[in-house]
T-cell receptor, first 116, second 112 residues
Framework: KAGVTQTPRYLIKTRGQQVTLSCSPISGHRSVSWYQQTPGQGLQFLFEYFSETQRNKGNFPGRFSGRQFSNSRSEMNVSTLELGDSALYLC???????????????FGSGTRLTVV | AQSVAQPEDQVNVAEGNPLTVKCTYSVSGNPYLFWYVQYPNRGLQFLLKYITGDNLVKGSYGFEAEFNKSQTSFHLKKPSALVSDSALYFCAVNQAGTALIFGKGTTLSVSS
């Protein structure tokens, strides 16, 4: 079956712009989580959605937001981009909340965002 | 608050030798513990998890991990390393209802 699909794979934006990233989970998975990965900070949790409800939120400013649709697809939005937002953004899906299913989270390949 | 530490940035082993990648955690209650692996330009792949039960957990690709409650550790092990095991390994922890928090990662390099 198809894996977790993230679009676009690469993105270059200018400081001050906004961006929307998309994630399509594995069919049947209702939990979607987002992580920011940078060389300095590693993997940092952004937010988690389960059945369209935000269950957990990480320690990021309000410029970072997300949502989940009824078909479990999820989007995250970053407004007023800063240089420090340059990172690999990873989406992960699972059957159970917080990746507690038998196979844990399945991650997408990520969206590489570069802010210039 | 929960946290996880991977004390080694890099682990180097020769092919055929046993490998250990260390992980310690801090949670207020019972932990759920995970190991994931990341290959270059790819997302993370699930290796194994500990929820409850047997302290020795077996996972994918011949990896296993031992849960030690008294030492709050969950070290990843493999009896015989392969060059193809070279990758970035992440330990992660959560509890029921909380977000999965990852360590900084350990780069495993296996030489032939």
């Amino acid at each position: 079956k198809a894996g977790v699909t993230q679009t676009p794979r690469y993105l270059i934006k200018t400081r001050g712009q906004q961006v929307t990233l998309s994630c399509s989970p594995i069919s049947g998975h209702r939990s979607v989580s987002w992580y920011q990965q940078t060389p300095g900070q590693g993997l940092q949790f952004l937010f988690e959605y389960f059945s369209e409800t935000q269950r957990n939120k990480g320690n990021f400013p309000g410029r970072f937001s997300g949502r989940q649709f009824s078909n479990s697809r999820s989007e995250m939005n970053v407004s007023t981009l800063e240089l420090g937002d340059s990172a690999l953004y990873l989406c992960a899906s699972s059957l159970e909340p917080t990746g507690l299913g038998n196979y844990g989270y399945t991650f997408g390949s990520g969206t590489r965002l570069t802010v210039v | 608050a929960q946290s996880v530490a991977q004390p080694e940035d890099q682990v180097n082993v020769a092919e055929g030798n046993p490998l250990t990648v260390k992980c310690t955690y801090s949670v207020s209650g019972n932990p759920y513990l995970f190991w994931y692996v990341q290959y270059p330009n790819r997302g993370l792949q699930f290796l194994l998890k500990y929820i409850t039960g047997d302290n020795l957990v077996k996972g994918s690709y011949g990896f296993e991990a031992e849960f030690n409650k008294s030492q709050t550790s969950f070290h990843l092990k493999k009896p015989s390393a392969l060059v193809s095991d070279s990758a970035l390994y992440f330990c992660a922890v959560n509890q029921a209802g909380t977000a999965l928090i990852f360590g900084k990662g350990t780069t495993l390099s296996v030489s032939s």
